[in-house]
């Protein structure tokens, strides 16, 4: 299925529940694939939980999903990933709280290697989910004609040219519709900023690059990179 075809199938599938169940089962081999590149073992439905959690995932991004998020099955893929991660952190944590209710002591040297292996696991997937997150926004960035190795090159060096990008952040954040404008023709407001904030163009201009990059972490779901561009 064409790209354009799905994405309208999808925007109509968000008020049509007949259509959500057929696309939601047309895509079950792919919601497979995405849980299978993380778990790195063959799953079955029914069988294992994590495909549960990958199909109510697809049906979040189906419900949640912008034509500015790009590409639907990146979208999707992304939204499955994260919550599958979620979904092994919360394991987890259930297998950290075993060590506060006193297991006796030829339990304990299990009980801690069990600890030892879910946290490196959990790492490993931490890992993998942000050189994944990476990937997703290179691609995104390159719509744009903008390449991640731009972006060092393009961010702000000194104290006071980074106060003017957070600014200029936030004032196109916040105010309505302003973003999807920006991100749909790839420029700045210029003129806007100029007034708005009172600070002059070339304070901020060859940083078009940097901003744009924030602006799309903060609007997408990037869980791991927004950590980078918190209090932008």
Same mark, same amino acid.
């Given at each position: 299925?064409?790209?354009?075809?799905?994405?309208?199938?999808?925007?109509?599938?968000?008020?049509?529940?007949?259509?959500?169940?057929?696309?939601?089962?047309?895509?079950?081999?792919?919601?497979?694939?995405?849980?299978?590149?993380?778990?790195?073992?063959?799953?079955?439905?029914?069988?294992?939980?994590?495909?549960?959690?990958?199909?109510?995932?697809?049906?979040?991004?189906?419900?949640?999903?912008?034509?500015?998020?790009?590409?639907?099955?990146?979208?999707?893929?992304?939204?499955?990933?994260?919550?599958?991660?979620?979904?092994? =952190?919360?394991?987890?944590?259930?297998?950290? =709280?075993?060590?506060?209710?006193?297991?006796?002591?030829?339990?304990?040297?299990?009980?801690?290697?069990?600890?030892?292996?879910?946290?490196?696991?959990?790492?490993?997937?931490?890992?993998?989910?942000?050189?994944?997150?990476?990937?997703?926004?290179?691609?995104?960035?390159?719509?744009?004609?903008?390449?991640?190795?731009?972006?060092?090159?393009?961010?702000?060096?000194?104290?006071?040219?980074?106060?003017?990008?957070?600014?200029?952040?936030?004032?196109?954040?916040?105010?309505?519709?302003?973003?999807?404008?920006?991100?749909?023709?790839?420029?700045?407001?210029?003129?806007?900023?100029?007034?708005?904030?009172?600070?002059? =163009?070339?304070?901020?201009?060859?940083?078009?690059?940097?901003?744009?990059?924030?602006?799309?972490?903060?609007?997408?779901?990037?869980?791991?990179?927004?950590?980078?561009?918190?209090?932008?």
């Amino acid at each position: 299925m064409k790209n354009r075809q799905l994405q309208q199938l999808v925007l109509e599938s968000r008020e049509d529940r007949q259509k959500l169940n057929d696309l939601l089962e047309a895509y079950k081999p792919f919601i497979a694939s995405c849980v299978q590149k993380l778990s790195g073992k063959y799953m079955r439905y029914g069988s294992d939980d994590e495909l549960s959690v990958g199909m109510m995932a697809f049906v979040q991004a189906v419900k949640g999903y912008k034509p500015l998020n790009g590409e639907f099955l990146s979208y999707a893929s992304r939204v499955i990933r994260n919550r599958v991660i979620d979904y092994y =952190r919360k394991q987890k944590r259930q297998s950290d =709280r075993l060590v506060t209710m006193g297991p006796g002591q030829d339990e304990m040297e299990e009980i801690i290697s069990l600890q030892v292996s879910l946290a490196s696991y959990s790492e490993e997937k931490s890992r993998q989910a942000r050189v994944l997150e990476i990937q997703s926004l290179k691609e995104v960035l390159e719509r744009y004609g903008i390449h991640f190795s731009e972006l060092e090159a393009a961010s702000p060096k000194n104290k006071h040219t980074r106060q003017i990008c957070r600014q200029v952040i936030r004032f196109i954040s916040d105010v309505p519709g302003l973003t999807g404008e920006t991100l749909q023709n790839g420029h700045l407001p210029m003129a806007r900023i100029e007034k708005e904030l009172n600070v002059k =163009r070339k304070q901020f201009e060859r940083h078009r690059k940097y901003i744009i990059a924030v602006l799309l972490i903060k609007t997408g779901d990037y869980p791991y990179l927004a950590e980078y561009v918190r209090g932008m």
